[in-house]
């Protein structure tokens, strides 16, 4: 298991989760992705402590669990409303 690169695979679908346009899409993703305050808001590099922190989301089936939300919500959220990022949404 490549503990780094887990880390950074879910820091940056937190990140990208954050930028969903739809609540309700985004509501999904709070109860069944990460945590609020698990990842400091916008943070996407890898932090000492970032490995206890984040040991539950990079253990193999909570990953390959969290993956498929991800995969969801962002799919929805491209039928419904897309991403909003620094006051731009996607077409």
């Not at 040991?55 to 799919?75: R, S």
Request: overall charge negative; proline content about 0%; glycine content about 8%.
């Amino acid at each position: 298991m490549n503990k780094i690169e887990r880390i950074k695979c879910v820091k940056a679908m937190e990140y990208l989760a954050r930028q969903i346009n739809d609540e309700e899409v985004f509501e999904e993703w709070l109860v069944d992705g990460v945590a609020d305050g698990d990842i400091d808001a916008g943070e996407l590099d890898v932090k000492s402590g970032d490995e206890e922190l984040l040991d539950y989301y990079i253990e193999d089936e909570h990953f390959a669990d969290l993956m498929d939300t991800f995969t969801h919500v962002i799919a929805r959220a491209r039928k419904s409303g897309g991403l909003y990022c620094d006051g731009i949404v996607s077409k």
